[in-house]
């Protein structure tokens, strides 16, 4: 994807202003997509296809692509929208073949021309189709450029996406001598950053992961063929079994053959721990651990580090249910639906003043005032971002009757930028960054959001609780945009890159 930020004079933003809003006028983190991939002669495999992008919308809500290969030719179809939008019964049956991949995505700023909408497609100088969808972000976009640019395959798309770099490059690199795979395992050691690709060249299946694993990319069986997907949730609504991950460095070919496997790269393990707290949906596993037990774990944990004097622990629907179960079972207060969420609202609207801005809220979230009327709250969340949604939030509660109202977030404050993948906003609009001037103590950080945000009380799991809770080992992981330790490295030509660098060198903080 493309740099994901979109206010380079970010430390001059204050909390919340209009400024601060994005043309997405969201209030929370976006992952930057989801990758599906199918082989299976004999079956519908648009439709397989179309189910799996179906069950990782969560991971991109602004533009789908199928792309169906016959053995020979590719077809792509993609478009801007939600999947169900832009895929209907006679497009998905004009889509034959025997192999597809998939791409679900949000764009980024300057990113969202249709031409940047995956799969990406080229044909190699042997006239060999090469599709390919990319979930992740690069750090050496610039090298890559250059390189494309050297062997005269850039062109103007090229420089807003680095997906499509990766896809000139790769599909230049075909020729009668060299297959596909043999281009593949040659270009990926060159590329550096966060990514998860499924791609082919309209006869075989091919996948590939960094290797440090930043996100999740799975394998699984069908009865007649074999799946790819970010996340295992898409695996079970194909009905594909499990079969394994795919490893941090590995790139695989999967055809009437079989499945291929090299390495391409030594892994060193930095899964994101973000996918576990907020990204992935609860029902899918990561490197052996369920993220919805992680969450009412992480929960759990929350409840001892920040107990609170409440008659009701009450979820922010649907992503801080699992925490508020775990909190609920810890610390013994009653657990409640206190909120309801309109299903149908995915994103809060774009609105350019205050009050509208309320408004988007309300659209998402009403409360049962039976429920909260007269009762000290506990309300628990996943991830406080911008603060405005947990704003707002809170004094709907408190006009629907709440005695008082704790908040309890299952994740660190969130105050460095990711550069591996998820669109945080820009860092002077984090909320952690906003409300304090640098080298303030933790405490006077999170009192200054409590007060931003108007809580009666507030507390963040900690990122030591937050990592046991995925029960993985604490340095195969990423937690960045909470420590601002970068595994990966900083990337490329990129203006906040530079300033984490810097703060960095002085051993300071935002
Ligand atoms: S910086 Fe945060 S969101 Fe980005 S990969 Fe690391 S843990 Fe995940």
Same mark, same amino acid.
């Given at each position: 994807m493309a740099v994901a930020f979109k206010d380079p004079s970010w430390t001059d933003s204050a909390l919340a202003p209009s400024s601060a809003f994005d043309d997405h006028g969201e209030t929370e983190p976006r992952e930057e997509c989801g990758v599906f991939g199918v082989w299976a002669p004999g079956e519908e495999v648009a439709k397989l296809t179309y189910f799996g992008l179906f069950a990782l919308q969560h991971r991109g809500q602004e533009a789908a692509g199928i792309a169906v290969g016959d053995g020979d030719r590719i077809v792509v179809f993609k478009d801007t929208g939600l999947v169900s939008q832009i895929f209907d019964e006679s497009s998905l049956d004009a889509l034959q073949g025997n192999v597809a991949i998939g791409h679900t995505r949000y764009s980024t700023a300057g990113g969202k021309k249709w031409e940047n909408v995956q799969p990406m497609f080229r044909t190699s100088p042997d006239g060999t189709d090469v599709a390919l969808g990319h979930n992740g972000n690069l750090i050496n976009l610039l090298d890559l450029e250059k390189e494309a640019r050297d062997q005269g395959v850039a062109d103007k798309s090229t420089t807003t996406s680095d997906t499509s770099v990766i896809t000139a490059l790769l599909a230049s690199a075909v020729s009668d001598g060299t297959t596909v795979f043999q281009a593949a395992s040659q270009l990926l050691p060159k590329v550096k950053g966060a990514f998860c690709l499924t791609f082919t060249d309209g006869h075989t299946l091919y996948a590939a992961r960094d290797p440090h694993g930043v996100r999740p990319l799975v394998l699984g069986r069908l009865d007649r063929g074999w799946v790819i997907a970010s996340e295992t949730c898409a695996l079970d609504i194909v009905g594909a079994t499990f079969v394994r991950e795919i490893e941090p460095g590995e790139l695989v070919a999967i055809d009437e053959s079989g499945v291929r496997t090299e390495r391409f790269a030594e892994t060193t393990h930095k899964g994101c721990v973000f996918e576990y707290v907020?990204?992935?949906?609860?029902d899918s596993v990561i490197r052996a651990r369920s993220v919805n037990q992680t969450r009412i774990d992480i929960g759990r944990r929350l409840a001892r580090e920040f107990p609170a004097d409440g008659d009701l622990v009450i979820p922010v629907p649907e992503s801080g249910n699992p925490a508020a179960v775990g909190y609920a079972r810890e610390s013994g207060i009653p657990f409640g639906q206190g909120l309801v969420k309109n299903a149908y609202v995915g994103r809060t609207f774009i609105q350019p003043s205050q009050t509208l801005r309320e408004l988007g809220i309300r659209l998402k979230l009403n409360p049962l005032r039976e429920v909260i009327a007269g009762k000290k709250l506990v309300v628990v969340d996943d991830s406080i971002v911008r603060g405005n949604t947990q704003r707002a939030l809170i004094r709907m509660l408190r006009e629907a009757g709440a005695a008082a109202v704790h908040v309890r977030i299952a994740s660190p404050p969130v105050k460095w930028p990711c /550069?591996?993948?998820?669109? /945080?906003?820009?860092p002077g609009e984090l909320i952690a960054n906003a409300v304090t001037g640098e080298m303030e103590s933790p405490d006077s950080v999170i009192e200054s959001i409590r007060s931003a945000i108007g809580a009666d009380s507030l507390g963040f799991v900690s990122i030591e609780q937050m990592v046991e809770s995925t029960e993985q080992v604490a340095d195969q992981l990423c937690t960045a945009c909470f420590d601002g330790k970068y595994p990966l490295g900083l990337p490329q030509g990129n203006p906040n890159a530079d300033l984490v660098a810097k703060l960095q060198n002085d051993d300071r903080s935002f």
């Open positions: 907020y990204l992935a949906r609860p /550069f591996y993948g998820i669109d /945080f906003a820009s």
